[in-house]
């Protein structure tokens, strides 16, 4: 069996809501020397941010909170750095000492983020729903909570948080991508297609829409035009080995093995540890009749899952073409015993 990668993982990038308002606070009397550093320090950060250097915007946002512990803008700043640091917990806390002095729908969104990067699902949507009460005509909100809804498997309430997502920024080429998984998910093939063709309408350079465009289109066994998306994939990222694995899948089922083998061999090149193109390298070389070769690969994905009855069964039937009758016979042996039933076909032959 060729195996295929479906994609169906979600795009979770960090829209950019980092405060960049220059603060002008005053106090109806003179400030103090501390509040006036605070201010200074935030304004600095600022730029360092928008330079990139998120480990010196963070100084500065440790120096201003440190002078004005109460300091709004700071902590979120902060909480957003710590959140592009992958320092999600102290994200966390930030967030949740900004929400008790100014509980904004941009702050639960915020803190929503930290804890679907912490795998709290139920938190994360909390927050999502909490932010989108503050403010009903936020896209990220939606399109956020329903990647938490996806991971639940709430595959028709997360097609739904995207649909609003959309409602609400028609170019939005991310939900239009995640709302094609849901409907992949809830067994809608074409209206997914739909959705990933808008995706990549929206940003022809998202490489995962063309590469689940070519797994829909495979399952339609539209072979050629699968080859199409994945090759649009690859071409847009050169280093995607599920879309080589996949484009030569797709090749195989064209019975064009020699090219399938190029694109398996390319897949292993950038991963050698990926083991659906390694069997499916298997079952291309058995199809050019290189059986030992074939027998390889197999021998290499058993050193690692040793439970694949496939991959016994496979072996077993490369293993009698070079007449090994007895080895063929383990093999399918053990593929039965793996729950692969038609390997106790392959076994009436041994009884013989």
């Given at each position: 069996m060729q195996k295929t990668i479906l994609?169906?993982?979600?795009?979770?990038?960090?829209?950019?809501?980092?405060?960049?308002?220059i603060s002008t606070e005053t106090d109806s009397t003179i400030l103090a020397t501390d509040d006036q550093m605070a201010e200074l320090k935030y304004n600095e950060s600022i730029e360092l941010y928008?330079?990139?250097?998120?480990?010196s915007a963070m100084h500065r946002l440790n120096d201003a909170l440190q002078r004005k512990p109460d300091f709004y803008q700071a902590l979120y700043n902060r909480a957003q750095i710590r959140h592009e640091l992958n320092d999600y917990a102290?994200?966390?806390e930030d967030y949740n000492s900004a929400i008790?002095?100014?509980?904004?729908?941009?702050?639960?969104?915020?803190?929503?983020?930290?804890?679907?990067y912490l795998g709290d699902?139920?938190?994360?949507?909390?927050?999502?729903?909490?932010?989108?009460?503050?403010?009903?005509?936020?896209?990220?909100?939606?399109?956020?909570?329903?990647?938490?809804?996806?991971k639940l498997d709430e595959y028709q309430n997360a097609k739904d948080d995207y649909t609003r997502a959309i409602s609400l920024k028609s170019n939005y080429a991310y939900a239009y991508q995640d709302r094609g998984s849901a409907n992949w998910m809830l067994g809608k093939p074409k209206e997914a297609l739909e959705d990933y063709y808008k995706a990549t309408l929206f940003d022809p350079t998202l490489a995962f829409a063309f590469n689940n465009m070519g797994l829909i289109r495979k399952e339609l066994k539209e072979y050629e035009e699968a080859v199409t998306d994945f090759t649009a994939a690859v071409?847009?990222?050169?280093?995607?080995?599920?879309?080589?694995?996949?484009?030569?899948?797709?090749?195989?089922?064209?019975?064009?093995?020699?090219?399938?083998?190029?694109?398996?061999?390319?897949?292993?090149?950038?991963?050698?540890?990926?083991?659906?193109?390694?069997?499916?390298?298997?079952n291309a070389w058995f199809k050019l009749k290189e059986y030992r070769k074939a027998i390889a690969d197999y021998d290499e994905i058993l050193k690692v899952s040793q439970d694949d009855g496939e991959i016994y069964l496979n072996r077993g039937i490369a293993r009698e073409m070079l007449r090994d009758d007895k080895g063929a016979c383990r093999d399918w042996d053990k593929a039965l015993s793996l729950g692969v039933e038609i390997a106790g076909e392959y076994l009436k032959t041994c009884e013989k």
């Open positions: 994609l169906l993982c979600l795009v979770f990038l960090v829209p950019d809501l980092f405060s960049q308002e928008r330079e990139g250097l998120l480990d102290g994200a966390m008790d002095k100014q509980p904004t729908g941009k702050v639960y969104f915020g803190r929503g983020l930290s804890r679907l699902l139920n938190g994360s949507i909390e927050d999502f729903t909490q932010a989108i009460s503050l403010n009903p005509n936020f896209p990220e909100a939606y399109y956020y909570r329903g990647g938490a809804r996806f071409k847009i990222n050169p280093e995607y080995y599920y879309a080589y694995n996949n484009r030569g899948t797709a090749l195989y089922e064209l019975g064009k093995y020699d090219e399938a083998l190029k694109d398996y061999n390319q897949a292993l090149s950038l991963n050698p540890k990926y083991l659906p193109a390694l069997n499916n390298r298997g």
